[in-house]
């Protein structure tokens, strides 16, 4: 009985999968050709060496979110 519910079910997904169509459209914002991948951002500034640079201060409060949760550990490990 098992083996004949099983059969039912690959036989439905199967046919779905034969009968579903799908459209896959690319706005124009989108891949390497973007105005903002070629070093223009949408809003009018653009960008350079310093898009991959990473403020200082997300590194600090990081840095210091890794601090407290090892404290946290450490604390808990003496317990």
């Known amino acids: 009985m098992d083996t004949v519910k099983l059969f039912t079910v690959l ?15 690319f706005t124009p914002a989108w891949g390497k050709r973007s105005q903002g991948a070629m070093g223009i951002n949408p809003l009018g500034s653009t960008f350079g060496q310093d898009a991959c640079k990473t403020p200082v201060d997300s590194l600090l409060v990081i840095y210091r979110m890794i601090q407290a949760e090892a404290q946290k550990i450490v604390d808990c490990s003496q317990k």
């Not at 036989?11 to 459209?25: D, G, K, P, R, V």
């Open 11 to 25: 036989l439905i997904c199967a046919s779905l999968m034969l009968i579903t169509e799908a459209q896959l459209t």
